[in-house]
Antibody, heavy 119, light 110 residues
């Protein structure tokens, strides 16, 4: 059973960089069929796709966030990471990591981690 | 304003059937597969339907999905109290080059 777990600071100051890591267990991070994703949910709101990375290093980002986002992969550590720079209060959200599987759906999700942007 | 339009809320009595709609356009629902997710309060979303109408292993067959043109629907039959949750549709948008989600629909089981 694939499991994903987010980790990282729960509080980030405005203008700084938000950094999160997702650790994958129970499955290979190097599968050709899978894309390793970040999705966020503002408090009381809907879901917003941030982007994802393939094990080859190919990345796809939401155009609305692309200028501030970097997603990277650490295959030996079975981890992938999110960096979002120049954050503001509008980036306060629960951040989920998820797997986009071969069925073109997000089939496994982490539990989510709340990141608050505040001084 | 979400690219995919869902009603904010629906409600129905136990043991009844409810449908949740998701309206899009030719660049998203009209040209790509739709997924549905269930999000219980305080929990991560869970995949309910993929490829418009397929159920992942372990998902109850009380859930079903359909699609016609630029709209999709999720139906839940035999409603139970544990079905109270937010439900989201999602698909790829060819114009935006991004995954897009509906705004979510909260189901109340009366």
């Amino acid at each position: 059973q694939v499991q994903l777990q987010e980790s990282g600071p729960g509080l980030v100051k405005p203008s700084q960089t938000l950094s999160l890591t997702c650790t994958v267990s129970g499955g290979s991070i190097s599968s050709d069929a899978h894309y390793w994703s970040w999705i966020r949910q503002h408090p009381g709101k809907g879901l917003e796709w941030i982007g994802y990375i393939h094990f080859t290093g190919t990345t796809y980002y939401n155009p609305s966030l692309k200028s501030r986002v970097t997603i990277s992969l650490d295959t030996p550590m079975h981890q992938f990471s999110l960096k979002l720079n120049s954050v503001t209060a509008a980036d306060t959200a629960v951040y989920y990591c998820a797997r986009r599987g071969g069925t073109y759906s997000f089939d496994y999700w982490g539990q989510g981690t709340l990141v608050t942007v505040s001084s | 304003q979400s690219v995919l339009t869902q009603p904010p809320s629906v409600s129905e009595a136990p043991r009844q059937r409810v449908t949740i709609s998701c309206s899009g356009s030719s660049s998203n629902i009209g040209n790509n597969a739709v997924n549905w997710y269930q999000q219980l309060p305080g929990k991560a979303p869970k995949l309910l339907i993929y490829y418009d109408d397929l159920l992942p292993s372990g998902v109850s067959d009380r859930f079903s999905g359909s699609k016609s043109g630029t709209s999709a629907s999720l139906a839940i039959s035999g409603l139970q109290s544990e079905d109270e949750a937010d439900y989201y549709c999602a698909t790829w948008d060819d114009s935006l080059n991004a995954w897009v989600f509906g705004g979510g629909t909260y189901l109340t089981v009366l």
